[in-house]
């Protein structure tokens, strides 16, 4: 249980265009997800936290127009690069969190990660 | 605020040696405490927790221990394996919710 899944995995696209990255939980509803950027060899960086049906809470610094994110549903969350240019290239990685409890009792601040999507932008 | 500080560079050993990685935090009150993995090419997965001081967190083989008078929660295991190859984060739980992570260390073992 508890699996989180993104797509694509790896993305090549040309400056100014648009990317659109899915964050799915697979088998329990996230009613929060959240949205990581990572730099090799460094640690994750949030982005923006997401709660189903509202606006996102975007970190200090981070471009609310340019990161746009949709959680329109409890278990889809996505994130758009917009104009994407060469410096958006990185390692997108989410994660989502549910209610809690459950069979498997989870906790309800427990993270799940999705296995990250490459962005690199030409 | 809240952080998490791991050791610094990378980690190389040998195989069936044992691994230590530091980790000590600054927070107000005891967060819950994390130490997550991620292979290659992959993101992170939950390795082991503790929520309250001197809670031991287990599993695949490595251990930490929440010490709240060092504030600290070092990763250990006894003898690693060239599977365990990946770099490993210390992240501890804020009081908004959120994760707050270490730098990370890359560990490398060799056969």
């Known amino acids: 249980g508890a699996v989180v899944s993104q797509h694509p995995s790896r993305v090549i696209c040309k400056s100014g265009t648009s990317v659109k990255i899915e964050c799915r939980s697979l088998d329990f509803q996230a009613t929060t997800m959240f949205w990581y950027r990572q730099f090799p060899k460094q640690s994750l960086m949030l982005m923006a936290t997401?709660?189903?049906?509202?606006?996102?809470?975007?970190e200090q610094g981070v471009e609310k127009d340019k990161f746009l994110i949709n959680h329109a549903s409890l278990t889809l969350s996505t994130l758009t690069v917009t104009s994407a240019h060469p410096e958006d290239s990185s390692f997108y990685i989410c994660?989502?969190?549910?209610?809690?409890?459950?069979?498997?009792?989870?906790?309800?601040?427990?993270?799940?990660f999705g296995p990250g999507t490459r962005l690199t932008v030409l | 605020g809240d952080s998490v500080t791991q050791m610094e560079g990378p980690v190389t050993l040998s195989e069936e040696a044992c691994l230590t990685i530091n980790c000590t935090y600054t927070a107000t009150g005891y967060p819950s405490l994390f130490w997550y993995v991620q292979y290659p090419g992959e993101g992170l997965q939950l390795l082991l927790k503790a929520t309250k001081a001197d809670d031991k967190g287990s599993n695949k083989g490595f251990e930490a221990t929440y010490r709240k008078e060092t504030t600290s929660f070092h990763l250990e295991k006894g003898s690693v394996q060239v599977s365990d190859s990946a770099v490993y984060f210390c992240a501890l739980l804020k009081g908004n919710n959120r994760l707050a992570f270490g730098k990370g260390n890359q560990v490398v073992v060799i056969p």
């Open positions: 994660s989502a969190r549910g209610p809690g409890g459950g069979r498997a009792k989870v906790e309800f601040y427990e993270q799940f």
């Open positions: 997401s709660n189903e049906g509202s606006k996102a809470t975007y």
